[in-house]
């Protein structure tokens, strides 16, 4: 074989190795829950604007939450925040991590809890909605 026919056999095995590792890549969202499933008989379902308004009455509550996540803790995926593009609530992960990007969709569930008169969720399950 000619030294041409040889460079362009390789040029075409490297663009085929190429698009094959583009095609079979994992996408940014791989896993599609954390935590505990997301039991609907256990929590009540709240709006943000609802736990923000009146967090006395969810208190110590279940409560399953939709939104997009805003910030994610990038050092150990221990909290996020959840926005649905004008509220925010913080939620904290005792026993999972998460590594999403900002803009997911997502449903939380957890106890509703006070922290010098700001609610923040104890998370205990989510679930990366499509």
Same mark, same amino acid.
């Given at each position: 074989?000619?030294?041409?026919?040889? =460079?362009?056999?390789?040029?075409?095995?490297?663009?085929?190795?190429?698009?094959?590792? =583009? !095609? +079979?890549?994992?996408?940014?969202?791989?896993?599609?829950?954390?935590?505990?499933? !997301?039991?609907?008989?256990?929590?009540?379902?709240?709006?943000?604007?609802?736990?923000? +308004? #009146?967090?006395? =009455?969810?208190?110590?509550?279940?409560?399953?939450?939709?939104?997009?996540?805003?910030?994610?803790?990038?050092?150990?995926?221990?909290?996020?925040? !959840?926005?649905?593009?004008?509220?925010?609530? %913080?939620?904290?992960?005792?026993? %999972?991590?998460?590594?999403?990007?900002?803009?997911?969709?997502?449903?939380?569930?957890? #106890? =509703?809890?006070?922290?010098?008169?700001?609610?923040?969720?104890?998370? #205990?399950?989510? #679930?990366?909605?499509?």
């Amino acid at each position: 074989m000619s030294k041409k026919t040889l =460079l362009l056999l390789s040029i075409v095995i490297v663009a085929l190795v190429a698009v094959m590792l =583009l !095609i +079979n890549r994992p996408t940014a969202v791989s896993q599609k829950a954390y935590g505990a499933p !997301i039991d609907m008989n256990k929590g009540n379902t709240a709006e943000l604007s609802s736990l923000l +308004n #009146e967090p006395m =009455l969810y208190s110590g509550s279940n409560v399953i939450v939709q939104g997009r996540t805003g910030q994610v803790c990038r050092s150990s995926g221990c909290w996020l925040i !959840i926005t649905d593009g004008v509220n925010q609530l %913080f939620v904290q992960f005792y026993d %999972f991590t998460v590594q999403l990007p900002p803009g997911s969709p997502v449903r939380v569930q957890g #106890e =509703l809890r006070m922290q010098n008169q700001v609610p923040y969720l104890a998370g #205990e399950g989510l #679930e990366v909605l499509r």
